[in-house]
């Protein structure tokens, strides 16, 4: 009996190869609109579905191939004589290799000015069915829905050793590109609808890349990334030079583009272990980066550090001087870009934090399940800000403040950040008791506490902080409010002369 092969493809990359391959082997090609029109331009004989099925295509090829004709012919058990006997009565015929991709739904929704009737004409229907009928009955068919398969399947076709193994690899494929375009319909759809909290979710992400090791050598790790193309995000980033990124670089290199994001003037984050080390702002790079460098000269070795502006040669010089795994930045100049490549490992990334293009959705595994919450993106302006002291904070002290305030959101809660002068001063991270990270971040920044700020990313259960922050000379404060005792601290401050000021929204970052 002839073999038959379905071919219906959206990409049209290596198809006319494919097909003379599968003439040569002895097959009979049956085909649909543009796929056709394709094989038939390459001299290759192809026989229309409408032939196999004795039914037009119609609704402007919304219905072709769900027919009897088309889906027995997949499904039929080649070793179940009812089976065979049935088709046979029917007049219908074995097909034994289908070759399909979909719809593009995914570049389609990615248009900025798609429409919602553009996405739905997007949504493959035929196609989905032919390969999961395919892929149901692999031990008979033959199913391929990627043309990087093209040829590995032509191979094994004339040496006669399609495996069972090999054929149950194809259709798990084929599963995982029908669930991923499913899943990609579906966020589409639930995200015009509004839905908050659907009854059920289903994420889909890409490959980027395998990974040596995860966070310890014995873990295995991957990196994959959102559909959506967020241009300022690492798994869209571009690098330019170095090493391959490890898991725990990947972290701490999105902890440090996060921090990054935050500020709209030239900026540099430093980042050890997800928390920020070290932050600057000033009126060009070169300060920025001094700022964040003095901020913690110890902690910075070995880190991570984001800028928000292009580096140019001054900024490089300084940042060749101290051993880093990455720097990302928006663009280097050639110098620049020269400087820094002299060494082979560093990191050298091209990305820009001020990008944001984010679903606003954060996800966290926990055993057994999935947490979902709207990213972190709260933000205060001066005019937010409720001075509950008797002594109001200065011009300078609201500016340091606010500053303060962008980088305690991003430390590991409890969190204390002391700031001055644009730069963070200390940072203390990650406590079981608030004191104990003001005492962190106090001795961090030893005298230069004197005349700073305080930024705590919640409110303070007990003044104890507030004393703490008093012995070390910290002139303001800033925190959420809305402890039951906040009088308490508020009497504090005003018997040290602090000022201090309420945000009304906290930041804890578990």
């Given at each position: 009996m002839t073999k038959r092969a379905l071919l219906s493809v959206s990409n049209?990359?290596?198809?006319?190869?494919?097909?003379?391959?599968?003439?040569?082997?002895?097959?009979?090609?049956?085909s649909t609109g543009g796929t056709k029109r394709t094989i038939e331009e390459a001299g290759i004989e192809v026989r229309s579905i409408s032939e196999i099925t004795e039914f037009?295509?119609?609704?402007?090829?919304?219905?072709?191939?769900?027919?009897?004709?088309?889906?027995?012919?997949?499904?039929?058990?080649?070793?179940?004589?009812?089976?065979?006997?049935?088709?046979q009565e029917l007049g219908f015929g074995p097909i034994d290799l289908?070759?399909?991709n979909l719809y593009p739904f995914k570049e389609t929704i990615a248009k900025e000015d798609v429409t919602e009737r553009e996405a739905i004409e997007n949504v493959d229907i035929g196609g989905p069915t032919m390969l999961r009928s395919a892929a149901k009955n692999f031990e008979n068919v033959?199913?391929?829905?990627?043309?990087?398969?093209?040829?590995?399947?032509?191979?094994?076709?004339?040496?006669?050793d399609?495996?069972?193994?090999?054929r149950r690899s194809l259709a798990a494929k084929v599963f995982r590109h029908t669930?991923?375009?499913?899943?990609?319909?579906?966020?589409?759809?639930?995200?015009?609808?509004?839905e908050e909290a659907p009854e059920t979710i289903t994420k889909t992400y890409e490959h980027v890349q395998s990974l040596r090791y995860g966070e310890n050598p014995h873990q295995s790790a991957s990196f994959y990334r959102e559909v959506k193309e967020d241009r300022g995000s690492l798994a869209y980033a571009e690098q330019l030079h170095g090493k391959e990124l490890s898991y725990n670089n990947i972290q701490d290199a999105n902890a440090a583009l996060?921090?990054?994001?935050?500020?709209?003037?030239?900026?540099?984050?430093?980042?050890?272990?997800?928390?920020?080390?070290?932050?600057g702002t000033a009126d060009d790079l070169s300060q920025a980066f001094a700022k964040a460098y003095e901020a913690d000269p110890v902690s910075i070795f070995g880190g991570i550090v984001a800028l928000n502006r292009k580096v140019n040669k001054d900024t490089a010089e300084q940042l060749s001087g101290i051993f880093l795994e990455i720097i990302m930045a928006p663009e280097y100049d050639e110098e620049a870009f020269g400087i820094l490549a002299k060494k082979k490992n560093v990191r050298i990334i091209k990305v820009d934090p001020s990008i944001t293009e984010t679903t606003g959705e954060k996800l966290v595994s926990v055993r057994g399940g999935l947490l979902v919450q709207d990213k972190d993106e709260g933000k205060v302006a001066v005019t937010d800000l409720r001075t509950v002291t008797e002594r109001a904070p200065t011009d300078k002290e609201l500016e340091d403040l606010l500053m303060s305030w962008q980088v305690v959101k991003h430390v590991k809660s409890n969190a204390i950040v002391i700031a001055g002068e644009d730069r963070t001063l200390g940072v203390g991270a990650g406590q079981m008791n608030r004191v104990g990270a003001a005492a962190i971040a106090l001795g961090q920044a030893g005298e230069k506490a004197r005349g700073a700020v305080m930024a705590s990313d919640a409110f303070f259960p007990m003044p104890d902080t507030v004393e703490t922050a008093a012995k070390a000379g910290i002139k303001a404060i800033i925190q959420p409010g809305g402890s039951k005792r906040d009088q308490d601290s508020i009497d504090a401050c005003n018997e040290h002369g602090?000022?201090?000021?309420?945000?009304?929204?906290?930041?804890?970052k578990h």
């Amino acid at each position: 009996m002839t073999k038959r092969a379905l071919l219906s493809v959206s990409n049209k990359q290596g198809l006319s190869d494919f097909a003379q391959e599968l003439i040569s082997l002895g097959y009979e090609l049956i085909s649909t609109g543009g796929t056709k029109r394709t094989i038939e331009e390459a001299g290759i004989e192809v026989r229309s579905i409408s032939e196999i099925t004795e039914f037009p295509e119609i609704m402007d090829g919304r219905v072709k191939t769900l027919h009897p004709a088309v889906h027995s012919g997949l499904l039929v058990r080649r070793d179940n004589g009812e089976d065979m006997k049935q088709l046979q009565e029917l007049g219908f015929g074995p097909i034994d290799l289908v070759a399909v991709n979909l719809y593009p739904f995914k570049e389609t929704i990615a248009k900025e000015d798609v429409t919602e009737r553009e996405a739905i004409e997007n949504v493959d229907i035929g196609g989905p069915t032919m390969l999961r009928s395919a892929a149901k009955n692999f031990e008979n068919v033959t199913v391929v829905t990627d043309p990087a398969d093209y040829d590995e399947i032509v191979e094994g076709l004339k040496r006669g050793d399609l495996t069972y193994e090999f054929r149950r690899s194809l259709a798990a494929k084929v599963f995982r590109h029908t669930a991923h375009y499913d899943a990609l319909i579906a966020e589409y759809f639930t995200g015009l609808s509004g839905e908050e909290a659907p009854e059920t979710i289903t994420k889909t992400y890409e490959h980027v890349q395998s990974l040596r090791y995860g966070e310890n050598p014995h873990q295995s790790a991957s990196f994959y990334r959102e559909v959506k193309e967020d241009r300022g995000s690492l798994a869209y980033a571009e690098q330019l030079h170095g090493k391959e990124l490890s898991y725990n670089n990947i972290q701490d290199a999105n902890a440090a583009l996060e921090v990054a994001a935050e500020f709209t003037n030239p900026a540099a984050v430093a980042v050890k272990h997800m928390n920020p080390c070290g932050v600057g702002t000033a009126d060009d790079l070169s300060q920025a980066f001094a700022k964040a460098y003095e901020a913690d000269p110890v902690s910075i070795f070995g880190g991570i550090v984001a800028l928000n502006r292009k580096v140019n040669k001054d900024t490089a010089e300084q940042l060749s001087g101290i051993f880093l795994e990455i720097i990302m930045a928006p663009e280097y100049d050639e110098e620049a870009f020269g400087i820094l490549a002299k060494k082979k490992n560093v990191r050298i990334i091209k990305v820009d934090p001020s990008i944001t293009e984010t679903t606003g959705e954060k996800l966290v595994s926990v055993r057994g399940g999935l947490l979902v919450q709207d990213k972190d993106e709260g933000k205060v302006a001066v005019t937010d800000l409720r001075t509950v002291t008797e002594r109001a904070p200065t011009d300078k002290e609201l500016e340091d403040l606010l500053m303060s305030w962008q980088v305690v959101k991003h430390v590991k809660s409890n969190a204390i950040v002391i700031a001055g002068e644009d730069r963070t001063l200390g940072v203390g991270a990650g406590q079981m008791n608030r004191v104990g990270a003001a005492a962190i971040a106090l001795g961090q920044a030893g005298e230069k506490a004197r005349g700073a700020v305080m930024a705590s990313d919640a409110f303070f259960p007990m003044p104890d902080t507030v004393e703490t922050a008093a012995k070390a000379g910290i002139k303001a404060i800033i925190q959420p409010g809305g402890s039951k005792r906040d009088q308490d601290s508020i009497d504090a401050c005003n018997e040290h002369g602090i000022a201090m000021v309420f945000t009304g929204m906290r930041h804890f970052k578990h």
